[in-house]
Every structure is written in structure tokens, then in C-alpha cells.
């Protein structure tokens, strides 16, 4: 069993330990993280990597709210923008090491804009310099983004929530509930995925999805790079209609995740269609037919925002599968290290 497997397996217990702390022990500070947000007129979020996959999980919150934010991969926001007054900036990083994530300290020390951080590394330099840290106190991964990537998702996901004023008892237990069907889930996709006819070793692979799930499928695309060492691409299932569809043809691969709330049925029509021009089809999402196309991945009930927890297992799953099959080492990385820390040229 690969050390990536055996992140994937405990990730569901992992992340209700997460939730736990977040809403009982931690709970003080996560309300004083949401203070700084109502307080402030501009929001930025930023990460780098599976990090900023988790802000696309956070900003999908303040969307829905009605209040507008600012996501921004780190190494851009450093190099390419200038922070406003009265700004907040939260910085999602599992280690708080990173070169782009130090340099935006000091963006927003030299704009006065409040920092608030989400890491699992309490000694970083993110954490000592933040105004709020919310930690995620959890085990780290062996070295692929698995609960670390979930995790900040999570927590960051519970701020948007506690700043919006949308945080209660009930929505915490169907996270735990959903988190606990996941953890039950997973014997039944893994024997999905081992029989499945969709992977194929060098297949061009493009993953589609609305909203959060934005997230999701923009993750599992560095999934297949990093554990699998394939190349993929993530796109919004609407966009991709426009322009991209002209690469469909047989032997393509294709992962949906279908939206709880938009266009479900739509999408459904649009993995039927795929399938018709030859393509191989991967979905994911809750209520659709076994039939549906060559890999159905159901996943538990949760709360419409928050199918982003769920919906990315089966997906970890997978890029554990492909890795297999290609014969990648999904336990190494070749060139890049745990941390990157430098800027310029490849960082091995």
C-alpha cells in the first residue's frame, strides 16, 4: 500500500478531528479571524498550490453571499498587485513556509492590511507574523496534498461561514455526518475504480466542474500531475462548451463533478454527449443514475456548499490508480520539494 493510499484512507478521521478542534477548542479564535473579515472592506484570499484550490472552496461562500472577495495565487499577488486600505488577507498554507507566502507578509505589512492564517504549522513564519492563526492541528501528509489540501478547505470554509454569520450546531453535525459516510464510502469507489475501463495510462484527461467544485476538479488536475506524473486540464464545465469541446474524440478521458444545485441535469446531458463522440466519462456528484457514464462515483448527502469535502476523495482515489498504472511513484516527487522556498528555475 502506497503512503498516498494511506493518507487517503485516514484523511475522513483526520478531518472530523479537525472539525472538532475548529468548533470547540478553537473556536475563540476562529471568531476573532470572522471579526477581522466583517470589519475590513476588501478580503483577499491566497495560497499557492492545493492551497489555493482551497481558496476556490472558500471564495464559492462569500460568492453565494453576496460579497465580493479577491482570490489570488500567491505568487501573483506578491509580484502583481497592490493591496487597497482597510484590507484583511487570508493566507491558506499548510506549512507557512512557503517563498510566495512570507513574501505576501510583507505585502500586506507594508499596506497595513490585517493577516489571518490557516496552517497546520503553528512555528512558521505565517503564524508568528498573522493577526488570527487557525490551525489545523492534524498529522501531515506524506508528501502529496491529501488532508492538508481537505483541511484548509475546511477551515477556511468554517471562517467564511463563522464571518457570514452562518455557522450552527447543525450544519457542524452534517459535516461530521458527511465526513463519516465519506470514511464508509470509500471500500465501494475504490472497487469502482479497480474495474473501471475509463483509465487508460497516457489518456488526455480534462476535469470539469461548476462553483466549488471548482476546487475540486482543479485539484485532482495537480493530482495527476503530482502523484501520477500525467498531464491533465481543469476547466469550468460551462467553458469548456465553448471552444475546448472540439478536442473530443475517442480516447479522451473525462472527469465531471456535478453541482448539487446547477444545471445537474444538463451536465448529465453533456456526459451522455461525451460518451456518444467517443470520450470516456468519470462522474462524480449525488443522484445520478449507475448508467450515467463508464465511471459513476456517487457521493453522501452534505450540505450543497460543502460537497467539495466529499467529492474529492474518489477523485485522490483515482490519481492513486492512475499512478499504479502508469508505474509513477506517487510517494516522491521528482522535482519539486516538500516546501518551496526559492523563487526561479525548477525548485529541486
Given at each position: 500500500?502506497?503512503?498516498?493510499?494511506?493518507?487517503?484512507?485516514?484523511?475522513?478521521?483526520?478531518?472530523?478531528?479537525?472539525?472538532?478542534?475548529?468548533?470547540?477548542?478553537?473556536?475563540?479564535?476562529?471568531?476573532?479571524?470572522?471579526?477581522?473579515?466583517?470589519?475590513?472592506?476588501?478580503?483577499?484570499?491566497?495560497?499557492?498550490?492545493?492551497?489555493?484550490?482551497?481558496?476556490?472552496?472558500?471564495?464559492?461562500?462569500?460568492?453565494?453571499?453576496?460579497?465580493?472577495?479577491?482570490?489570488?495565487?500567491?505568487?501573483?499577488?506578491?509580484?502583481?498587485?497592490?493591496?487597497?486600505?482597510?484590507?484583511?488577507?487570508?493566507?491558506?498554507?499548510?506549512?507557512?513556509?512557503?517563498?510566495?507566502?512570507?513574501?505576501?507578509?510583507?505585502?500586506?505589512?507594508?499596506?497595513?492590511?490585517?493577516?489571518?492564517?490557516?496552517?497546520?504549522?503553528?512555528?512558521?513564519?505565517?503564524?508568528?507574523?498573522?493577526?488570527?492563526?487557525?490551525?489545523?492541528?492534524?498529522?501531515?501528509?506524506?508528501?502529496?496534498?491529501?488532508?492538508?489540501?481537505?483541511?484548509l478547505a475546511l477551515v477556511g470554509g468554517l471562517l467564511a461561514v463563522a464571518c457570514l454569520n452562518a455557522l450552527t450546531p447543525e450544519l457542524i453535525q452534517h459535516i461530521e455526518a458527511a465526513l463519516r459516510s465519506t470514511n464508509a464510502a470509500i471500500p465501494r469507489w475504490r472497487a469502482l475504480i479497480e474495474e473501471s475501463v475509463w483509465f487508460e495510462a497516457d489518456a488526455p484527461t480534462y476535469f470539469?466542474?461548476?462553483?466549488?467544485?471548482?476546487?475540486?476538479?482543479?485539484?485532482?488536475?495537480?493530482?495527476?500531475?503530482?502523484?501520477?506524473?500525467?498531464?491533465?486540464?481543469?476547466?469550468?464545465?460551462?467553458?469548456?462548451?465553448?471552444?475546448?469541446?472540439?478536442?473530443?474524440?475517442?480516447?479522451?478521458?473525462?472527469?465531471?463533478?456535478?453541482?448539487?444545485?446547477?444545471l445537474h441535469r444538463s451536465d448529465l446531458v453533456l456526459a451522455r454527449d461525451l460518451e456518444s463522440h467517443g470520450a470516456k466519462v468519470m462522474v462524480v456528484g449525488r443522484d445520478v443514475p449507475t448508467d450515467a457514464a463508464t465511471l459513476v462515483l456517487s457521493v453522501p448527502p452534505v450540505p450543497p456548499q460543502w460537497q467539495f469535502l466529499t467529492e474529492i476523495v474518489p477523485a485522490q482515489l483515482a490519481a492513486e490508480r492512475l499512478a499504479r498504472l502508469r508505474g509513477a511513484d506517487c510517494d516522491s516527487f521528482r522535482l519539486c520539494p516538500y516546501v518551496v522556498e526559492s523563487e526561479g528555475g525548477l525548485a529541486d
Open positions: 500500500m502506497t503512503q498516498y493510499l494511506q493518507d487517503i484512507l485516514r484523511e475522513a478521521d483526520e478531518l472530523s478531528g479537525i472539525l472538532a478542534f475548529t468548533t470547540g477548542e478553537g473556536r475563540q479564535a476562529l471568531e476573532a479571524a470572522a471579526t477581522i473579515l466583517r470589519d475590513v472592506q476588501h478580503i483577499y484570499i491566497t495560497g499557492i498550490g492545493s492551497s489555493w484550490h482551497a481558496g476556490m472552496a472558500v471564495r464559492a461562500f462569500f460568492d453565494r453571499a453576496a460579497r465580493p472577495v479577491h482570490l489570488v495565487d500567491a505568487s501573483e499577488l506578491v509580484h502583481s498587485y497592490a493591496l487597497p486600505p482597510n484590507s484583511a488577507v487570508l493566507v491558506l498554507s499548510r506549512s507557512g513556509r512557503s517563498i510566495e507566502v512570507v513574501q505576501a507578509l510583507d505585502l500586506a505589512a507594508r499596506a497595513g492590511a490585517k493577516v489571518i492564517a490557516v496552517t497546520n504549522a503553528p512555528d512558521s513564519p505565517l503564524s508568528a507574523r498573522a493577526n488570527a492563526v487557525l490551525q489545523l492541528r492534524a498529522r501531515f501528509d506524506h508528501n502529496v496534498s491529501v488532508t492538508m489540501y481537505t483541511g470539469l466542474a461548476r462553483g466549488a467544485g471548482l476546487a475540486t476538479c482543479n485539484e485532482c488536475r495537480l493530482l495527476w500531475e503530482e502523484a501520477a506524473k500525467a498531464p491533465a486540464t481543469a476547466l469550468t464545465t460551462g467553458g469548456f462548451r465553448h471552444g475546448p469541446q472540439e478536442v473530443v474524440r475517442e480516447g479522451l478521458r473525462v472527469g465531471l463533478w456535478l453541482h448539487p444545485d446547477v
